[in-house]
């Protein structure tokens, strides 16, 4: 299995960025999909996740109403719009898969199976 993230790079506030993550290796449609992000010296945290067929997503606090999580099954391909981006969106952000798995995407990083490298994302002020 391989999680390829895309998309990074150094934005100004304010800004907006696409994380992409493509998948391999896995039946794609029957995993839940998460981002993360960890910052320095913090915990690795679930900013969105997306049910197995994108019907039902997860949001944390942070990022609802900035953040937009969607997934293309026929590209193997999850995405993260990321709006009105912060100095402390900065993180390296990681994609995971979590699955076989048809309930609601859960924000626990235990319950994913798969995970990217990581792309980072910094946002200068």
């Known amino acids: 299995v391989q999680l390829v993230e895309s998309g990074g790079g150094l934005v100004q506030a304010g800004n907006s960025l696409k994380l992409s993550c493509a998948a391999s290796?896995?039946?794609?449609?029957?995993?839940?999909m998460g981002w993360f992000r960890q910052a320095p010296g913090k915990e690795r945290e679930c900013v969105a996740a997306?049910?197995?067929?994108?019907?039902?997503?997860y949001y944390a606090d942070s990022a609802k109403g900035r953040f937009t999580i969607s997934r293309d099954n026929a590209k193997n391909t999850v995405y993260l719009q990321m709006n009105s981006l912060k100095p402390e969106d900065t993180a390296v952000y990681y994609c995971?898969?979590?699955?076989?798995?048809?309930?609601?995407?859960?924000?626990?990083?235990?319950?994913?199976?798969?995970w990217g490298q990581g792309t980072q994302v910094t946002v200068s002020s």
């Open positions: 290796g896995l039946t794609f449609n029957y995993y839940s």
């Open positions: 995971a898969a979590d699955g076989p798995w048809i309930g609601n995407p859960v924000p626990d990083p235990r319950e994913y199976d798969y």
């Open positions: 997306i049910s197995r067929t994108g019907g039902r997503t």
